[in-house]
Structure formats: structure tokens, C-alpha cells
């Protein structure tokens, strides 16, 4: 008779003959196995990811950071400088004060054209810059960036005025109170600015703004060059296409004593 014994101090099973037997039994018969025989284990070592040098992952960033700040200027928002005092004193772009910068979005007018007493940013036509083209993207991008840290002059080519009328209505100045008329009713603009003068504007001939265009003014209204300036070769010709608006001014965020909603007051309606 046989028996296993299980030895768990040296985890080792042996194999005994029946007692009395005093003969061995060949080894095939008798036999000892240890675990210890077992060849060891292989580990597999993960490879450890070799970390980026610093400068490659100051690049990523900033190239992330570059790609988003283009993508939100494109299709979100934007940033303007004001370089002109014509929008005083809504907007400060006097010489020798810090010229506000204001956020201009871009999302309202995908669902409505901009509407009277809304102040704008937009795309000068041929006849309000002279000619002159806008830069390419790539240059203008950059130097609006760089127009916001004042490290260059803004592009040239954008302007921001404040809508008056729109396509099919008619404006002219001034009724015997020294005010702008449209569709023969006055405005009411208590955003005017005549700079402590007496409240008078620059008269002109009444017109008819074509479909598709926008009639613009400064609000600082004796020292602004806009619709009434750039009637080439017709007064109508001074109005700026729809297409042309880039945005609606909402925000001034710089300087920050100046933090504040831009008012889109509408003269017609007196702010209804």
C-alpha cells in the first residue's frame, strides 16, 4: 500500500513503499518532484514612456493655444482696438488717452441683420478706404493681435459706427431742432456728443438707403467721418453693405476703469 504525503514546509510530494518490503522499486515507481524545478517565472517590465523635453511641450501648447484663439476670432469673437475719437464719448480713441478695446461678437447677426441704434464693426468699402485692401488672413490675424498688446496699428480697413437706418428707409438733416430724420421722423440720441458745443450737425440732403445696406454715424456726430462722408459717386453710395459687418460691439474690456455693456439704444423707437 502507498500514500502521498503533502510536506507544505518544503513543498515536496514523496512516494513511500509498503512497509516490510525490503526491496527498492525501480524509478519509474519512486519518484520526487519539487516545485524548486519549476524554471522561474518570466516578468515582462513595462517600458517606460520617454517624457517630452520641455520645449516640445511649451510648442503643443502654444500652438493649441493659437489654433483656438484664431478659431474664436473667425467664427465667435473678436477683439478691436479704437483708434478715432468718432464714437466719443461712447467709446474713447482720443490721442493721448488709452484707446478702448471692445469686444465685438459674431454669432447675432447669423440669425438677424444688425438693426438701428446697433453699434458695429464692419469691412470698409473701396470708397471708404481709398482703395485700400484688407491684408490676407494669415497678416491681418496677426496684426490685429498685435494691435491689442499695442505692438502695431491696427489694419485700417475696419471701422465701427452705429446704425441709423437700414435698406428702404430714408435719412436726411436736420429738422429746426437740429436733428437727424428718418422716414421724415426725428431721432431721439442721447448718446450724442458735440464736444460742449452748441447741438448742431452737419446738414446733408435727404437719402434713400439702398436694399442690403446700412446707414452709419458717429456718435461724436461733427467729428466723424461715415456715411455722410463717403457718398461716392452718389449721397446712397455712403451706405455700407449688410455683408460687410464683421460683428456688433458688446463689451468694452480694456481699459478696465472702463469695463462696461456697449448701448445698442435705438433712436428710432427711443430704446423700445
Not at 446738414?203 to 452709419?216: I, M, N, Q, R, S
Not at 459717386?233 to 480694456?254: C, E, F, L, S
Request: proline letters at 8%; one cysteine or more; glycine letters at 10%.
Amino acid at each position: 500500500m502507498s500514500h502521498r504525503v503533502n510536506d507544505e514546509s518544503s513543498s515536496t510530494w514523496e512516494t513511500t513503499p509498503p512497509a516490510g518490503d525490503g526491496t527498492e522499486r525501480s524509478s519509474s515507481r519512486s519518484s520526487s518532484y519539487s516545485y524548486d524545478d519549476e524554471p522561474a517565472p518570466r516578468f515582462h517590465r513595462k517600458k517606460t514612456k520617454k517624457k517630452q523635453p520641455f520645449w516640445k511641450e511649451l510648442l503643443v501648447i502654444f500652438s493649441v493655444a493659437l489654433l483656438l484663439t484664431v478659431v474664436i476670432q473667425t467664427f465667435v469673437a473678436r477683439v478691436f482696438v479704437i483708434p478715432s475719437a468718432s464714437m466719443e464719448t461712447t467709446l474713447h480713441g482720443c490721442t493721448g488717452c488709452v484707446n478702448d478695446k471692445v469686444l465685438v461678437e459674431k454669432i447675432t447677426y447669423l440669425f438677424r441683420d444688425p438693426q438701428p441704434g446697433d453699434v458695429i464693426v464692419f469691412r470698409g468699402p473701396p470708397n471708404w478706404t481709398g482703395g485700400k485692401e484688407p491684408p490676407n488672413f494669415v497678416v491681418g490675424t496677426l496684426q490685429d493681435l498685435g494691435s491689442m498688446v499695442n505692438l502695431s496699428e491696427p489694419s485700417g480697413t475696419d471701422f465701427i459706427k452705429r446704425v441709423i437706418a437700414v435698406g428702404g428707409q430714408t435719412v436726411e438733416c436736420c429738422d429746426d431742432q437740429g436733428r437727424v430724420l428718418v422716414d421724415g421722423q426725428p431721432l431721439d440720441e442721447p448718446y450724442l456728443n458735440f464736444s460742449g458745443g452748441p447741438r448742431q450737425q452737419d446738414t446733408f440732403e435727404k437719402v434713400t438707403v439702398p436694399a442690403g445696406k446700412l446707414w452709419v454715424m458717429g456718435d461724436n456726430r461733427n467729428n466723424s467721418s461715415d456715411s455722410r462722408k463717403h457718398g461716392d459717386p452718389t449721397p446712397a453710395d455712403g451706405a455700407i453693405p449688410v455683408d460687410n459687418v464683421v460683428g456688433k460691439a458688446r463689451v468694452i474690456v480694456i481699459p478696465v476703469g472702463r469695463w462696461g455693456s456697449i448701448s445698442d439704444y435705438n433712436p428710432q423707437t427711443g430704446g423700445k
